[in-house]
């Protein structure tokens, strides 16, 4: 099993009821895609974002976040976690992200898992100029398939967090892409 997998597997196991969940990072290419690159399986966490609301819905509703704490704790020796939660509006998505994204396959009991759909995961990998994430926006092109068109329509259409270094990344980002693939 992969550390994602690894993960995953001991939240599902520990929920008492159902929570969906969307993947997005590392965990999101090598769960989501055919054939991935190998070193994709070796990220040691897993990412998600959350739409407005859900994570005061998953305190009432879950023991979702215990969980979470138990498995960090559980996997910290191995220096595995799923720590990192983005509600909507710290990501750069498409206003329709939720209506497009891609269910996750896999023996899961309680958890209800998607990715990213391929232009808000092509997208959310423009919040950093670097080349690991370029790679990885490269293979999201590749993979999807993308298309210009579709590149230049989701750039043009995300919605970017207010903040100055994530505005500014995205910009410089986004013109590579739509240089690199006229």
Known sequence: MTNAETLL?????RLSG??????????ALHLGFLNPPPDYALSRDVDAVLWI?????????????????????????????????????????????RSK???????????????LGNEDLFLSKLMRD???????AEFIIRAGP??????????????IPPIPEIEEQFERCSKRFLRANT
């Open 130 to 136: 670097d080349p690991i994430d370029r790679m990885d």
């Open 53 to 97: 609301g859900q994570a005061e819905a998953m305190i009432e509703h879950t023991n979702f976040w215990a969980v979470i704490d138990e498995v960090n704790l559980l996997f910290a020796d191995q220096e595995l976690y799923i720590s990192h939660f983005f509600e909507e509006s710290q990501v750069i998505l498409t206003p329709e992200w």
């Open 146 to 159: 993308l298309s210009q068109d579709q590149i230049g329509t989701a750039i043009r259409s995300a919605r």
């Open 9 to 13: 597997f001991a939240v599902d196991e």
């Open 18 to 27: 159902i929570v969906e969940l969307t993947l997005y990072g590392r965990a």
């Open 101 to 115: 994204r891609v269910p996750v396959r896999g023996a899961w009991k309680n958890l209800n898992l998607y990715r």
